[in-house]
């Protein structure tokens, strides 16, 4: 099912998207509504599932890993794509799964520190899970954040300029 947001809900979202730690003061100042409104808000933002978590954005190399490893895997069909997501969810290194279409069935990313750390995490934990039959990795060289994408999307959903109030 499709959610709707009305322009105050989506604005919300873009000034949350750029500073998850804004208070509701000034979130209320922006979008021209009272401190206990926005607030409400924001809970039904949760509550419907849309803001799903709050998080922080780590500066992963300045804590040692800052390699971002892209790893494909093809499966041999033996085991249901299931039971091998369980098991990579286990292994300490991997920061997302996902089930993808095309000439693989999952796309790993992973933070290393340096080569000799993405070697013992392929050939210790990747390479023995039972029903993976090819593994592809690429190193990322750098990662380039699109400056606006939330604010662009969520103008694509909601008509931002208008002005509704709660």
Do not use: C, Y
Request: hydrophobic residues 45%.
């Amino acid at each position: 099912m499709n959610e709707t947001l009305d322009a105050v809900d989506a604005r919300l979202l873009q000034l949350l998207d750029q500073d998850g730690r804004a208070s509701l003061r000034s979130l209320a100042d922006a979008v021209g509504l009272s401190g206990p409104s926005v607030a409400d808000r924001i809970n039904r933002l949760t509550e419907r599932g849309i803001i799903r978590r709050f998080a922080v954005d780590i500066d992963w190399a300045k804590l040692g890993l800052p390699t971002l490893a892209q790893i494909a895997l093809l499966t041999d069909k033996t085991q249901h794509i299931e039971n091998i997501v369980t098991r990579l969810r286990e292994v300490d290194r991997i920061e997302e799964i996902s089930i993808v279409t095309g000439t693989t069935d999952l796309l790993v990313r992973a933070r290393v520190a340096d080569l000799t750390d993405l070697r013992r995490l392929l050939v210790e934990k990747i390479w023995p899970v039972e029903g993976i039959q090819r593994v592809e990795t690429t190193l990322a060289v750098e990662t380039i954040p699109i400056p606006g994408f939330t604010a662009n999307l969520l103008a694509d959903i909601a008509p931002i300029n208008e002005t509704s109030r709660s």
